[in-house]
């Protein structure tokens, strides 16, 4: 099948939903040249999954499944039955610890054991089970090539300090080594979102983390003008972008967390999640309290509204990027290159010959 009668049955089909023409022209061999990375991703905030639930989530090109038991345990697991396939998502339930399969009622425990069969003696079956941590309210889910388990831990936001307060996500038509590039890309702030950097740190490697550090003037939509910030942030693999935002003006910290998960080739959620801390001082007397955090929920709007302002003007670029291996980089542009160097040890070692 040629592309263009691809993209007209998909027009017709899903108007509106598939990619567009100019998508499957530019060709998925050309646009998906690079495979999933390892690392931690995020799959949802803690509070879209409370206790009893079960969500459905596309991770890497499948289906998973996220539950919490009635006791507060989060799991993600392979969303078909080993039983007979059926969805999990699709009818499944929390029945106190256990997370029961809608077709015929077989019941998984946290380990992912089968423990109950309502006709007989349970198979020996499992279910899936993918890695999980919640860090500051956020879940992330690990992928490591070969099933290699976690050797690291996602962000460093001290969990006990910030909560999320808004949240904003999209579907970008791109990679996440592709987004989370554009934070050591520092030309292009000035170019595409008006914004001038000063003080910028040469990036440091520490493993699996990527810090970064830059002072900027930034113009805070919501009537709060333009404000100095200082944002140290950390990449932690290549799903996870977090760290503080301090707006010196009015005194305030803010948390920023930037996610990019992929959910099939060539396909990344993009959510960003800003924090705020006033919540954490139950030591301060009441009024002082309301007012604190009536603030630091006004400026993390205004954060969260320049910050997806900022996000729109990337997306207009990645969706339409083509990822190239070999970049022609300027000199002034060390850092891009430096972070094409980091990225190396989240792919399989003998993945891609084209990556080089
Ligand atoms: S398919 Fe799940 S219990 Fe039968
Ligand atoms: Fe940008």
Same mark, same amino acid.
């Given at each position: 099948?040629?592309?263009?009668?691809?993209?007209?049955?998909?027009?017709?089909?899903?108007?509106?939903?598939?990619?567009?023409?100019?998508?499957?022209?530019?060709?998925?061999?050309?646009?998906?040249?690079?495979?999933?990375?390892?690392?931690?991703?995020?799959?949802?905030?803690?509070?879209?999954?409370?206790?009893?639930?079960?969500?459905?989530?596309?991770?890497?090109?499948?289906?998973?499944?996220?539950?919490?038991?009635?006791?507060?345990?989060?799991?993600?697991?392979?969303?078909?039955?080993?039983?007979?396939?059926? =969805?999990?998502? &699709?009818?499944?339930? !929390?029945?106190?610890?256990?997370?029961?399969? #809608?077709?015929? /009622?077989? $019941? *998984?425990?946290?380990?992912?054991?089968?423990?109950?069969?309502?006709?007989?003696?349970?198979?020996?079956?499992?279910?899936?089970?993918?890695?999980?941590?919640?860090?500051?309210?956020?879940?992330?889910?690990?992928?490591?090539?070969?099933?290699?388990?976690?050797?690291?831990?996602?962000?460093?936001?001290?969990?006990?300090?910030?909560?999320?307060?808004?949240?904003?996500?999209?579907?970008?038509?791109?990679?996440?080594?592709?987004?989370?590039?554009?934070?050591?890309?520092?030309?292009?702030?000035?170019?595409? =979102?008006?914004? &001038?950097?000063?003080? !910028?740190?040469?990036?440091?490697?520490?493993? #699996?983390?990527? /810090?970064? $550090? *830059?002072?900027?003037?930034?113009?805070?939509?919501?009537?709060?003008?333009?404000?100095?910030?200082?944002?140290?942030?950390?990449?932690?693999?290549?799903?996870?972008?977090?760290?503080?935002?301090?707006?010196?003006?009015?005194?305030?910290?803010?948390?920023?967390?930037?996610?990019?998960?992929?959910?099939?080739?060539?396909?990344?959620?993009?959510?960003?999640?800003?924090?705020?801390?006033?919540?954490?001082?139950?030591?301060?007397?009441?009024?002082?309290?309301?007012?604190?955090?009536?603030?630091?929920?006004?400026?993390?709007? &205004?954060?969260?509204?320049?910050?997806?302002?900022?996000?729109?003007?990337?997306?207009?670029?990645?969706?339409?990027?083509?990822?190239?291996?070999?970049?022609?980089?300027?000199?002034?542009?060390?850092?891009?290159?430096?972070?094409?160097?980091?990225?190396?040890?989240?792919?399989?070692?003998?993945?891609?010959?084209?990556?080089?």
């Amino acid at each position: 099948m040629d592309r263009p009668s691809l993209a007209g049955l998909w027009d017709l089909l899903w108007p509106g939903a598939g990619p567009s023409r100019a998508d499957l022209a530019v060709g998925a061999e050309d646009r998906a040249p690079l495979p999933y990375p390892s690392g931690w991703f995020c799959l949802a905030l803690s509070r879209e999954v409370p206790a009893g639930a079960v969500v459905n989530r596309r991770f890497m090109g499948r289906d998973v499944v996220l539950y919490r038991t009635r006791g507060g345990v989060l799991r993600v697991v392979d969303a078909h039955c080993p039983h007979l396939g059926a =969805h999990l998502g &699709a009818g499944g339930a !929390v029945d106190g610890e256990h997370l029961v399969c #809608p077709f015929h /009622r077989f $019941a *998984f425990d946290v380990e992912g054991s089968c423990v109950r069969a309502p006709g007989g003696a349970p198979p020996r079956a499992a279910l899936g089970q993918y890695p999980v941590r919640e860090r500051g309210r956020v879940v992330y889910v690990w992928h490591g090539h070969d099933a290699v388990p976690p050797s690291w831990e996602p962000s460093e936001l001290p969990d006990d300090r910030f909560a999320p307060a808004a949240t904003w996500s999209t579907v970008l038509t791109s990679h996440p080594q592709e987004v989370m590039e554009s934070f050591v890309d520092y030309e292009h702030q000035a170019v595409v =979102h008006n914004v &001038a950097l000063r003080e !910028v740190k040469p990036p440091l490697e520490d493993g #699996p983390l990527l /810090r970064i $550090a *830059f002072g900027a003037a930034i113009r805070l939509s919501v009537g709060l003008g333009t404000i100095r910030v200082e944002q140290g942030l950390a990449l932690s693999g290549l799903g996870l972008a977090s760290g503080e935002v301090t707006l010196h003006q009015i005194g305030m910290t803010l948390g920023v967390v930037v996610t990019a998960t992929p959910v099939g080739p060539w396909r990344t959620q993009l959510r960003v999640v800003i924090m705020t801390d006033a919540a954490s001082r139950p030591d301060s007397p009441l009024l002082r309290k309301a007012a604190a955090m009536s603030l630091s929920a006004v400026a993390g709007q &205004a954060l969260m509204r320049t910050v997806v302002h900022h996000m729109v003007q990337d997306a207009r670029i990645w969706n339409r990027k083509r990822y190239l291996p070999d970049p022609a980089l300027t000199s002034e542009e060390g850092a891009i290159g430096q972070y094409r160097g980091w990225v190396g040890q989240f792919y399989p070692l003998e993945a891609p010959a084209d990556r080089t």
